[in-house]
């Protein structure tokens, strides 16, 4: 089967109306108290996507069109360059669509990005539910490569579905990302998966198991190699990517000093774990080895409450499932997509859960509402349910695409839309290959590049902004604006990033002009 690169896009000009870049960040820097025009910030939070998994067309973004082809092959664990991609195992389609794309409809692919959905190709719509991927603490440091990115295929568990790309110029937040501003230099805030960064997105802090060595998460720990980086490979282990999956001596959720990174389930109702026999109802079986206990480290919630700015948490079918429990394929809630609910503070029963842990309604109605009536916090998180939310293997690219967009559409006719700053993002890669290199940091991340867009009427208009960030910038910008204590996770971020003499990461404000009237 012959698979087409992508196309390469024409670069376009850097900003349209409002002043100059250079100019509007200077201003910005001059008058910090401008930001005081932003009331609301909305954070809405994807699933699972790279930047140039749907972006590596973007015109005057830093996508494939440079990429030189050497920085496009994929090494093998022995470090030699593989002669073709190894099949996706299992196929690419996710079961139950039809028709599937089998596993041997994908063997003998080039070694080289491939489009999955190019018509002389496999010719899959966006609408399509494809295979899932790994997407890991450790196997997503050892994909990076210290930043070559060239063992995402030795390191999966999908063969070739890493290097699948899609056309994302068909999709409805394309059009978003041109009216508005674009960052192509937007890392994932910590190595892996969905939990982790869910946990960075409020806390920029890895969740602990006190003495998890003599708790049922025990079997958990992780059996790593010295370099404290990379799993230790099973003495079974296939030795080529082609002949097979990475086995590893001990792929757990907890690190050897037992801190939480890979898919734990909340202590509190909702969670993928039941209560104990003749425990309390709204509370998870602490003996379950997955349910982590309750966290205290401060979050931005606590940050926000404390200066008393107004907040909220809308978990899509938040309610539904709490009150008919959890329903496939719709609306396929996803317990650990709802961080504050590991945390001590927002515990059932508490003040701070019935005030900040709201109902984002189904298919967003009740988040929607309140956007509508103009009613939403300073700060409104929101969550899409499973069904669109865009993640590999149960939910498609185009359904989520489609709700994020109409959420938009709504936004800006909202009330509070005159004073407002939306970021969409990805929580994380979901173990899909992008070509840039990670700012180097902490033990914890940054980790792959991820989309990122800033929709605001004070937001730069068709501009791509190359400023290095990560998930953690939109807690530098709610920390600016609304003059909170600093995070620790942030100050260890900052400091780690400095000391390899990079550039600081941004807080959002380089997407911004500041004198643009109203």
């Known amino acids: 089967m012959r698979i087409n690169m992508i196309a390469t896009a024409s670069v376009i000009g850097a900003a349209i109306g409002g002043l100059s870049p250079a100019l509007a960040a200077g201003y910005n820097d001059r008058h910090p108290n401008a930001l005081n025009l932003i009331d609301t910030v909305v954070v809405i939070y994807a699933e699972n996507r790279s930047f140039d998994n749907l972006y590596g067309s973007f015109p005057g973004a830093d996508g494939l069109q440079g990429v030189s082809d050497a920085a496009l092959i994929q090494l093998d664990r022995d470090n030699t360059p593989l002669r073709e991609l190894p099949p996706v195992w299992g196929g690419l389609t996710a079961k139950g669509v039809t028709p599937p794309v089998t596993q041997a409809e994908t063997e003998h692919l080039a070694n080289h990005p491939y489009r999955v959905d190019d018509p002389q190709g496999f010719n899959l719509p966006l609408g399509t539910i494809t295979h899932d991927l790994w997407h890991r603490f450790y196997q997503n440091q ?108 001990g792929d757990g959720n907890l690190t050897p000093d037992f801190y939480a990174v890979n898919t734990m389930q909340p202590p509190y109702q909702p969670s993928g774990n039941t209560p104990a026999k003749n425990a309390d109802a709204a509370t998870a079986d602490p003996a379950n080895p997955t349910t982590l206990p309750p966290q205290t480290e401060p979050t931005i919630g606590d940050m926000l409450s404390l200066k008393h700015i107004s907040w909220a948490w809308y978990g899509g079918a938040w309610q539904d499932v709490l009150d008919h429990g959890n329903k496939t394929p719709v609306p396929n809630f996803q317990y650990h997509h709802q961080p ?165 990461l941004g807080d959002l404000t380089s997407a911004l002009d500041m004198t643009k009237s109203q």
């Open 142 to 249: 050892m994909q990076i490569d210290g930043g070559k990115n060239d063992k995402f295929v030795a390191y999966a568990d999908s063969g070739a579905m890493v290097m699948g790309l899609w056309d994302g110029s068909k999709t409805a937040m394309w059009k978003v990302a041109q009216k508005y501003t674009l960052a192509d230099e937007f890392f994932m805030g910590g190595f892996g998966g969905s939990f982790f960064n869910h946990q960075w997105l409020i806390c920029a802090c890895a969740p602990y198991y006190a003495h998890a060595d003599t708790s049922p998460a025990k079997p958990s720990v992780a059996v790593v190699d010295p370099d404290g980086v990379s799993l230790t490979l099973a003495a079974n282990s296939p030795k080529s990517a082609i002949d097979g999956i990475p086995k590893f001596a």
């Open 340 to 504: 504050f609910n590991y945390y001590a503070n927002f515990a059932p029963g508490t003040a701070a859960r019935t005030e900040h842990l709201l109902d984002g309604g189904l298919a967003g109605s009740q988040f929607i509402k309140a956007i509508d009536t103009g009613t939403l916090p300073q700060v409104a998180f929101y969550k899409p349910q499973g069904d669109l939310n865009e993640h590999s293997g149960y939910a498609d690219i185009e359904a989520g695409d489609a709700h994020i967009a109409d959420i938009i559409a709504h936004l800006e006719k909202s009330p509070q839309w005159p004073h407002m700053l939306v970021i969409v993002t990805y929580d994380e890669n979901g173990g899909i290959w992008d070509h840039a290199a990670p700012p180097k940091g902490d033990r914890w991340g940054p980790g792959s590049r991820i989309p990122a867009i800033i929709v605001s009427p004070f937001a730069r208009r068709g501009f791509v902004d190359h400023t290095p960030m990560d998930t953690t910038s939109i807690l530098r910008f709610l920390t600016k604006r609304f003059e909170l204590p600093t995070l620790h996770g942030i100050t260890v971020r900052d400091d780690a990033v400095a000391s390899y003499n990079q550039p600081p």
